[in-house]
């Protein structure tokens, strides 16, 4: 019989994008028993056509579960991860809490599907949002011309902080729209957001903030060493040079990133939109003359990451500087911890 999934953390944004893609992909599953915390048990959520209850995560809300998706604070992931899997559950975890751990595989299916293999620990991690982005464009051009170097600014949406960032960033819209001074003196806008930062650490509207994420040793912010160092992990070299700024930009869903890549041997812009075209799960959009770049405002609610503005650098010829934007919910979270789920399932139908 199909397996049985535990989707935990089912009732938050994240949650919701993973219930809706159930919803909308092929059918694998057997029963789906959606997790909370114990605030949301009892409530009834859509899912696959039917409204379903959710469960309070307990040790034994597990019983019976193949393979669960976890999308929940770091802390939760690292202290109900292992329960599942000492109760026989396989885990995709979307957090960052076992990324970097050697035992669990960080797996994106179109770049490097056959790290899955090796999970002795039971858990599968899914890579961060603005990672996911990024890799799904950089993967195909590594392996056609050999990535030497990374330099990255991010775009991330305020959807990537929750629905928090999302209302926050909204009521910071209402507050500044109409007064047509804001933004051309010192502090008015900080005035009219007024102190209701939400999870950001300066006002959004009519801004670019450049800090997302934990202060980590020497200035770097913790979004900025997950770049490096998943794309390392997921890649395969852990010699790679990686420098990241990441910003977050008032946009509401969709993660961009400015990418200078340097590669082992020289390339050309024709020769690397040509490797894009090919690329799975990647949208080729480079016709600056017609206006046609990648942008959040066309790439959310999709699943590819959307690339363009594709221009080898004027200095090095083994250079790339292109830009590439990705729904940071969907690819970026939940799509791709439901994707590796689904390699589970058919893993577990093979027996
Ligand atoms: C962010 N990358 O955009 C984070 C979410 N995982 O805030």
Not at 204 to 231: F, I, Q, T, Y
Request: charged residues 20%.
């Amino acid at each position: 019989s199909p397996p049985t999934l535990a989707v935990v953390g089912a009732t938050g944004s994240v949650g919701t994008v993973m219930r809706e893609l159930l919803s909308s992909r092929r059918n694998v599953w057997g029963e789906i028993r959606l997790v909370a915390s114990g605030r949301s048990a009892g409530k009834r959520l859509p899912c696959r056509g039917e409204q379903l209850p959710v469960h309070e995560l307990t040790p034994e809300v597990f019983d019976g579960v193949d393979i669960a998706m976890f999308d929940v604070p770091d802390g939760v992931s690292l202290a109900w991860a292992p329960v599942a899997v000492s109760r026989g559950v396989t885990v995709v975890d979307n957090s960052s809490a076992f990324r970097m751990d050697p035992d669990v595989p960080l797996v994106v299916p179109e770049v490097n599907r056959e790290d899955l293999q090796h999970r002795p620990r039971g858990i599968v991690s899914n890579a961060n949002c603005t990672t996911m982005a990024m890799i799904m464009a950089i993967a195909p051009l590594h392996r056609e011309y050999g990535l030497r170097e990374l330099v990255l600014a991010s775009y991330q949406a305020v959807s990537g902080a929750g629905q928090i960032g999302v209302d926050t960033l909204h009521d910071q819209l209402s507050k500044v729209a109409g007064d047509r001074a804001l933004g051309s003196r010192p502090g008015n806008v900080r005035q009219a957001v007024g102190d209701d930062l939400g999870p950001f650490p300066a006002p959004l509207a009519l801004n670019v903030v450049p800090w997302s994420g934990d202060l980590a040793p020497d200035g770097w912010s913790s979004e900025e060493l997950k770049l490096r160092n998943e794309s390392r992990k997921i890649l395969g070299l852990p010699d790679l040079k990686v420098s990241a700024t990441c910003v977050r930009v008032p946009v509401v869903t969709g993660h961009s990133i400015a990418v200078h890549a340097v590669f082992g041997s020289e390339l050309d812009a024709e020769g690397a939109r040509q490797v894009l075209r090919n690329a799975p799960a990647v949208i080729l959009v480079d016709d600056p003359e017609a206006g046609e770049f990648p942008m959040p405002i066309d790439a959310v609610g999709t699943d590819p990451s959307w690339v363009g503005r594709i221009r080898r650098a004027i200095d090095d010829p083994r250079a790339l500087d292109l830009f590439i934007t990705g729904d940071n919910m969907r690819k970026g979270a939940a799509l791709n911890t439901v994707q590796i789920a689904e390699l589970l399932a058919e893993e577990f139908a093979r027996g």
